[in-house]
């Protein structure tokens, strides 16, 4: 399959004091652009891509922290420390 590259023109505008660049909206739309963009400096020239929030989501945390090696045997140690037998109000 040949990967088709779509070129257009834009020109670089003044914005205040700094110059910015304006995106098609059906462009923003298309990839689900909203409010900030990452730039990256590649070989190949200057790479837009869309901001990828770091918090993740309770399916991301679980699929990572199964992918961990992590060592839980201390844990079992919670498990017999007596506490659920005792009398504790649960109101």
């Not at 739309?29 to 993740?56: A, F």
């Amino acid at each position: 399959m040949e990967k088709h590259i779509r070129a257009r023109d834009i020109k670089i505008v003044p914005i205040g004091n700094s110059l910015g660049v304006r995106l098609p909206k059906n462009l923003l739309q298309k990839y689900g652009l909203t409010d900030s963009l990452v730039l990256e400096e590649t070989d190949q020239g200057l790479l837009l891509r869309k901001k990828h929030d770091d918090k993740l989501s309770w399916g991301e945390t679980y699929k990572a922290m199964a992918n961990e090696d992590e060592d839980w045997s201390d844990y079992e140690s919670t498990l017999i420390d007596g506490l659920e037998d005792d009398d504790v109000d649960k109101s």
